[in-house]
């Protein structure tokens, strides 16, 4: 582990702090994932590469870590609020599926998109209906400590007791006057006694699709509930890191952080981590105005804001130039130069996996000096709130020199061998185990997409009994050179031959 130490800014102090974890040696992290219900978007893409970086950085410092990703699969309701059809129902009616049709459908489809990605998976994967019996127990622990109350089977959090004796607004920087002041008062909602006091528990009416037997009737959890039930269960009262869009800020991680003091006594979290938003040439992304767009369009080009295509890697490295605090604003100028910089990048990764240290025998201190400089930027920059900007800087000046190098057969810039070996060594630690980035084809793209594809396509002919067609496509592959790997779970590999 790197003796520099790692400083993070935390949102909840709004200050940049030493990270030390609550156990030596552990970290426990948790995310709010995607409400399944729909395709996920771009903007959502970039928080969880945020996180995943964040995630393969702890672990390359040694860390053991605990990475809690949630599925919201029920209790999300329409608008963010306490109102509305929930999100998941009302796909399901529209579609005239079941429910869990919808949350397999998006699940999966979430899973194939961070894949792609290459993101890694987390530790654990929890689903709000998979945790009801946990919420309700949270529930009733938060009525017997006095800051709920129960009306006609729903059960709602109230802000104004909680304010008496703890910060409401703690974490977005908001006095309770201001927040009551600028709340307007919801119709259908009189049953509440304030108006900013939230659903812990909401009655369901007869047509509801997802309901659940409580002690208050059958009902289903309020939207902010899951996340403190299951971070509970898996991270404990307390942990280190929770994270998720700054648009999560105000309401959802507030009322999360009043949940979790009013059962337990405890802020859930010690360091809050927030990502900014995406926009498209200025603008914030929306369908509304037709600049939304999905990363399966941005892979084939097939939108009009797009020149062409980009690949998920020129996407993730695009991410990556910008601190994750940072707005990200997308346009067809930026990404272009953002593929031009990775295929740099990703040139000299493969140019340092031939190249060879040449011995001269004589070393030039100078180069030796600079060459271990900027391998401490790559830590020195990550160490500083996960600098992901600047540290593409620092891979930038060792790409420059292994260039350099590789480039002539006598150097009178010679280096010394655990110098070398330092470089290699991170250079490839932080392109491809900490960035996360793999080596696409020069040719077309991504040969590992491509072929995922291909595989999806004959494992569809052998369901459907075209047997035919999946041996035309495995010998059609193996002339070209691809040997696919079958096994009794279908084929899900590929070899080149």
Not at 37 to 50: A, E, K, M, P, Q
Not at 133 to 141: H, S
Not at 432 to 445: N, Q, R
């Amino acid at each position: 582990m790197t003796e520099q130490k790692l400083f993070v800014y935390n949102s909840l102090t709004r200050t940049k702090e030493e990270f030390i974890p609550l156990n030596p040696g552990h970290v426990g992290m948790y995310v709010c994932g995607p409400t399944v219900y729909s395709d996920v978007h771009l903007g959502n893409c970039r928080t969880f590469i945020s996180f995943d970086l964040i995630y393969r950085y702890l672990l390359h410092l040694g860390y053991k870590v605990r990475y809690v990703r949630n599925i919201t699969d029920a209790g999300h309701l329409e608008g963010d609020s306490d109102e509305g059809e929930d999100k998941v129902s009302k796909k399901a009616k529209l579609e005239q599926l079941e429910p869990m049709e919808i949350v397999q459908k998006y699940t999966v489809d979430f899973h194939k998109v961070m894949e792609i990605f290459n993101t890694l998976p987390p530790s654990i994967e929890p689903t709000a209906t998979g945790h009801i019996i946990e919420q309700i127990e949270l529930v009733k622990t938060i009525l017997d400590a006095g800051f709920a109350y129960e009306v006609g089977g729903s059960v709602y959090f109230d802000v104004e007791k909680y304010s008496e004796t703890h910060d409401y607004g703690e974490l977005n920087g908001r006095k309770l006057e201001d927040l009551l002041n600028n709340t307007r008062t919801l119709g259908g909602q009189d049953e509440k006694r304030g108006k900013l006091d939230f659903a812990l528990w909401i009655k369901a009416k007869p047509e509801h699709l997802m309901q659940w037997p409580s002690p208050w009737g059958m009902g289903f959890p309020g939207w902010h509930l899951e996340c403190s039930a299951m971070s509970n269960k898996y991270l404990g009262h307390q942990f280190d890191i929770h994270g998720g869009g700054m648009d999560l800020m105000a309401t959802h991680h507030t009322n999360e952080i009043a949940q979790n003091i009013a059962c337990c006594g405890k802020t859930p979290a010690h360091y809050w981590v927030h990502t900014n938003m995406l926009t498209v040439n200025g603008q914030k992304m929306s369908k509304s105005v037709g600049n939304s767009f999905l990363p399966y369009q941005l892979f084939t080009g097939e939108h009009a804001l797009l020149r062409k295509g980009y690949s998920p890697m020129v996407m993730r490295f695009f991410f990556m130039q910008a601190s994750y605090r940072s707005t990200v604003d997308f346009s067809n100028e930026a990404i272009d130069a953002a593929e031009i910089f990775y295929k740099k990048l990703a040139e000299s990764a493969k140019k340092l996996a031939a190249l060879q240290q040449q011995k001269i025998g004589n070393i030039d201190e100078e180069t030796d000096k600079t060459i271990n400089g900027f391998c401490d930027d790559c830590y020195a920059s990550m160490n500083d709130n996960f600098n992901s900007p600047k540290t593409l800087e620092a891979l930038n000046n060792l790409s420059k020199w292994i260039n350099s190098y590789a480039a002539t057969t006598r150097n009178s810039g010679e280096i010394r061998t655990e110098t070398f070996d330092r470089l290699r060594k991170t250079y490839n630690a932080f392109f491809f185990d900490v960035l996360g980035l793999k080596l696409e084809d020069t040719e077309g793209g991504d040969t590992d997409e491509l072929m995922q594809l291909i595989i999806k396509l004959r494992n569809e002919a052998k369901t459907n009994k075209d047997y035919a067609t999946s041996d035309k496509i495995r010998e059609g592959l193996k002339q070209i050179g691809f040997q696919l790997n079958d096994s009794k779970q279908g084929t899900t590999d590929w070899i080149r031959i």
